[in-house]
């Protein structure tokens, strides 16, 4: 019963992505497949880190948003590489800092959200608009490059594969994992799929919650620390396309936007989408308007599609 | 009653405390001059938190509001300027996007964050395509409404009340406002009540078009001109208008005049800040802020009634 309908919409996702490769290949050639494969699935790493953590949030059910991905991925960047300030041998104390902004930011939001008892998405913007302006005050226009060894890691490839691709696959099978088959994944769509039946079944309903915020921001900082690495320093509008970037791949990729089904393959298929699109329209040479235009068109045109096949009648 | 008083009391007390926090610091504000600077860039950004509430008030959120309205102040700077017949039936055709919108989220039960989200690229690359840099003129009957001075009040605080007067009649007042807070509060029962819920939530979206509409023109009436990216924080400040003025994200639990007024608190405190000459590094941080502490002297208030 469960079989079917999580599969289809996983199977769009990647037969969306599929397509629009092959009509991008159709026009520049074979030769440059292997190259447009490389830099499709190193752009996806990102979307598929914070499109993860999104759909932990948004799988507790409606109302749960999270976003401050973007600022927390500016902040995390920011401050990670400013720590490092360059020097060799500060990698992991960058990357540890980095995490421990995430968590400190998620646990923000959350008590933001229990606290006051606001809806999350109205928390997670009010705390977006703080850890911009922390990111902003310790940025201060000064651009602090990334140490060698990140900067090469980052861009690099091992058996084939991007390095960031490694991370974002280790991390999509760490959520598969933790969804499908441990008491938290079980709690999380339990709140997703009624609330209030999963506290009367004794699910301790604000502390799932709780790391739910905390991992995604976690993610969010993983992303914004990678992204920095990679694009050779930390900027103030960095993580700007991930708030629309990590709602669309989770929606795209075949979770529930109402809660309680989430689908961690179709994360990847969505986000490998979501960057071949453009670069199709890219490579048709379309300019940025009729670009923006049929990207948005080609979203609503997926879900609806998607949305036809999983609700028959 | 009683509890709607209460929704509303909030968002006054939070006007009236920043007012009375400006007036302390800056006597002069309090004049005909002064107010109409603290409240100039009000009126789009109550035109746009109407347009959200229309559709928070049928259980969806809308994320291209921002969007949409930096698309309606660059057809209004430019097609409407220069050739106002093609202006005004590109802008309708927006009012249609809108409402065909609604009935489709409607028909193929699809998630309105979703479909909001696709559609702020699509006016998004509409508004570049019409204006790639910026520009364009304001027609002049627009900066003529938008500057006008009338006696006792300016021209934003009038606007304002008015707005407030009449999406209250709308919402609160009329039998259709009525009908489309009950398909936020119980979509279901509306349809069993005989109406159909395809044609109230397509009538929902259609009406925060006009009001988005509305919004665009009133902002290239203030700026004279308009970019593409004229009103993109439109999106996120109208949600946090709706919620400041006391409207919830489900049930159809919405307030028009709260809405006004919390677009005017949110226009405001960006004023207040400027005042208190903080440093710009801190102004996003410092809204946020005032937005927190906002959102917790609410739930006081709450707290007080249930106990």
Redesign the interface.
Same mark, same amino acid.
């Given at each position: 019963m469960i079989g079917p309908t999580v599969t289809r919409p996983w199977f769009w996702a990647f037969a969306a992505a599929a397509v629009t490769f092959a009509a991008t290949v159709a026009l520049t050639g074979s030769q440059g497949g292997v190259e447009l494969l490389m830099a499709t699935l190193t752009f996806a790493s990102f979307s598929v880190l914070v499109g993860l953590g999104q759909m932990a949030v948004i799988t507790m059910g409606?109302?749960n948003?999270d976003?401050s991905i973007p600022a927390v991925m500016t902040l995390a960047g920011t401050l990670s590489l400013k720590l490092m300030n360059g020097a060799a041998g500060m990698e992991i104390w960058g990357l540890l800092a980095a995490l421990a902004i995430g968590v400190a930011a998620g646990a923000g939001n959350y008590a $933001?959200i229990f606290l006051?008892?606001?809806?999350p998405?109205?928390a997670t913007? =009010?705390? =977006?608009?703080?850890f911009? =302006?922390?990111a902003?005050?310790s940025n /201060?226009g000064l651009r602090i490059k990334p140490p060698d060894s990140l900067a090469g890691f980052s861009t690099g490839a091992s058996l084939g594969l991007p390095n960031l691709a490694w991370i974002a696959l280790v991390a999509a099978m760490a959520f598969w994992l933790l969804i499908e088959r441990s008491a938290y994944g079980r709690r999380l769509s339990a709140i997703g799929q009624n609330l209030r039946a999963a506290r009367l079944a004794g699910i301790p309903v604000e502390g799932v919650r709780a790391g739910t915020y905390v991992l995604s921001a976690a993610m969010a900082a993983l992303a914004g620390f990678l992204l920095s690495c990679f694009s050779g320093g930390a900027a103030l509008n960095m993580g700007a396309e991930y708030l629309?970037m990590s709602?669309?791949v989770v929606?795209i990729g075949g979770s529930s936007?109402?809660g309680g089904n989430s689908n961690v393959p179709g994360i990847w298929g969505a986000a490998m989408f979501m960057f071949l699109i453009v670069s199709m329209l890219n490579s048709y040479g379309l300019?940025?308007?009729? /670009?923006?235009? $049929?990207?948005?068109?080609i979203?609503?045109g997926i879900?609806?599609a998607a =949305?036809?096949r999983r609700?028959p009648g | 009653m009683k509890g709607i008083d209460l929704r509303l009391a909030l968002p006054v007390l939070s006007l009236a405390v920043l007012l009375g926090a400006v007036f302390w610091m800056q006597p002069r504000a309090m004049s005909y001059t002064g107010l109409n600077l603290l409240f100039n860039l009000a009126v789009p950004i109550a035109l746009a938190t109407i347009a959200q509430m229309l559709v928070i008030m049928v259980d969806d959120i809308d994320l291209s509001i921002g969007t949409y309205v930096s698309f309606c102040a660059c057809v209004t700077a430019t097609l409407l300027h220069d050739t106002p017949v093609v202006g005004i039936l590109v802008l309708a055709a927006g009012v249609g996007v809108y409402a065909a919108l609604g009935a489709l989220i409607e028909l193929q039960k699809l998630p309105a964050i979703v479909v909001t989200l696709g559609m702020s690229f699509v006016w998004g690359g509409l508004a570049v395509l019409l204006l790639p840099a910026p520009g364009g003129a304001s027609p002049d009957w627009i900066t003529t409404i938008m500057k006008a001075r009338p006696p006792l009040m300016p021209m934003a605080i009038v606007a304002c009340i008015l707005l407030a007067l009449a999406s209250h009649l709308l919402v609160t007042r009329s039998a259709m406002g009525t009908l489309l807070r009950g398909v936020g509060g119980n979509a279901r029962s509306v349809a069993r009540a005989g109406w159909s819920v395809v044609r109230l939530r397509a009538l929902a979206y259609g009406l925060a078009g006009v009001f988005g509409v509305l919004s665009g023109m009133a902002l290239v009436g203030l700026a004279t001109s308009a970019d593409a990216n004229i009103a993109l924080r439109y999106t996120l400040l109208s949600i946090a208008g709706v919620i400041l003025g006391g409207g919830e994200f489900t049930g159809g639990r919405v307030s028009p005049v709260g809405a006004v007024i919390g677009a005017l608190t949110l226009t405001l405190a960006g004023s207040f800040l400027t005042f208190i000459r903080l440093s710009p590094d801190w102004q996003i941080g410092a809204q946020g802020v005032i937005l927190i502490l906002v959102l917790a002297a609410r739930l006081l208030v709450r707290r007080r009634r249930t106990a």
């Open positions: 409606p109302g948003v976003l $933001l006051l008892r606001i809806p998405i109205i913007l =009010s705390a =977006s608009f703080v911009q =302006s922390l902003i005050w /201060r629309l709602i669309a929606v936007i109402a300019g940025a308007g009729v /670009r923006l235009v $049929l990207t948005g068109v979203i609503i879900v609806t =949305s036809g609700l | -």
